[in-house]
């Protein structure tokens, strides 16, 4: 057993070198390989998701103004509409008002019609009486007239 054990402890002896030698590789590595990788990677990710944070930023922002923009978009709308209907409205009551007066304009022309002819109605009637009466005067005398020289 003394022998396994001296065997056991010559492999040690003789596998020490290798096992420092990967020690020291792993820290050498590490710090000349592994810390600039990561260093390098983490500037990277941080560039990235800084642009890809600017992206969602400007997006946000561009979302914000195109809001705003609709929103007073609509309200000149609104405001074109309002002032449309009251251009409208306006025109409605000034045609309302130029119908009105012609309407009273004609209804006074008819009513001052009907009293000019029904004056010149009575002043016809009043001469076809006077005409009559002249003519029925002058018909009995000519029936006198033929009577007499019958």
């Not at 050498?28 to 600017?54: C, H, I, M, N, Q």
């Not at 010149?120 to 005398?141: F, P, R, V, Y």
């Amino acid at each position: 057993m003394d022998s396994t054990f001296h065997a056991l402890g010559e492999i040690l002896l003789k596998g020490l070198p290798t096992f420092f030698l990967i020690l020291f590789l792993k820290f050498y590595l590490k710090r000349v390989f592994f810390k600039p990788l990561e260093t390098t990677l983490a500037k990277r990710y941080d560039v990235s998701e800084g642009a890809r944070k600017g992206a969602d930023e400007a997006l946000a922002l561009a979302e914000k103004r195109i809001a705003e923009y609709e929103a007073a978009l609509r309200a000149a709308r609104a405001e074109i509409y309002a002032e449309q209907e009251a251009a409208h409205r306006r025109m409605q009551d000034e045609q309302a008002a130029a119908m009105e007066k012609a309407r009273r304009e004609a209804e006074q022309f008819v009513n001052s019609s009907k009293a000019e002819l029904a004056a010149e109605a009575e002043l016809a009637l009043a001469n076809l009486a006077g005409q009559s009466d002249a003519l029925a005067d002058e018909i009995a005398d000519s029936i006198l007239i033929k009577g007499r020289a019958a």
